[in-house]
């Protein structure tokens, strides 16, 4: 099983970016695919997630309206356009598998990605 995820870079406050997570080795359909972050410091924290089958999204609080999660079935891909960047978002990006999206607020998966960083200057 493998999540790999892309996109990450070093953008200015107020820019945009596309991270794409690719999964590969099962199905993820009975799963809610979610983006997780990570700053230097803390602890890893939910960001997103939407269940694979119906598409129904999550968000936390700190990205409502500014970032955005969806998945294309046929491509096996999960995406978080993220809007109006802030310095704030500066963080490792992963993105993971859970049972449950009780389970992935709560920053539990059955698979884990690499991550790719996100850096947000001001």
């Known amino acids: 099983v493998q999540l790999v995820e892309s996109g990450g870079g070093l953008v200015q406050a107020g820019a945009s970016l596309r991270l794409s997570c690719a999964a590969s080795?099962?199905?993820?359909?009975?799963?809610?695919m979610g983006w997780f972050r990570q700053a230097p410091g803390k602890e890893r924290e939910f960001v997103a997630a939407?269940?694979?089958?119906?598409?129904?999204?999550y968000y936390a609080d700190s990205v409502k309206g500014r970032f955005t999660i969806s998945r294309d079935n046929a491509k096996n891909t999960v995406y978080l356009q993220m809007n109006s960047l802030k310095p704030e978002d500066t963080a490792v990006y992963s993105c993971?598998?859970?049972?449950?999206?009780?389970?992935?607020?709560?920053?539990?998966?059955?698979?884990w990605g690499q991550g790719t960083q996100v850096t947000v200057s001001s």
């Open positions: 939407v269940s694979w089958r119906v598409g129904i999204t």
């Open positions: 080795g099962r199905t993820f359909s009975s799963y809610t």
């Open positions: 993971a598998a859970s049972r449950s999206v009780v389970d992935a607020r709560e920053v539990r998966a059955d698979y």
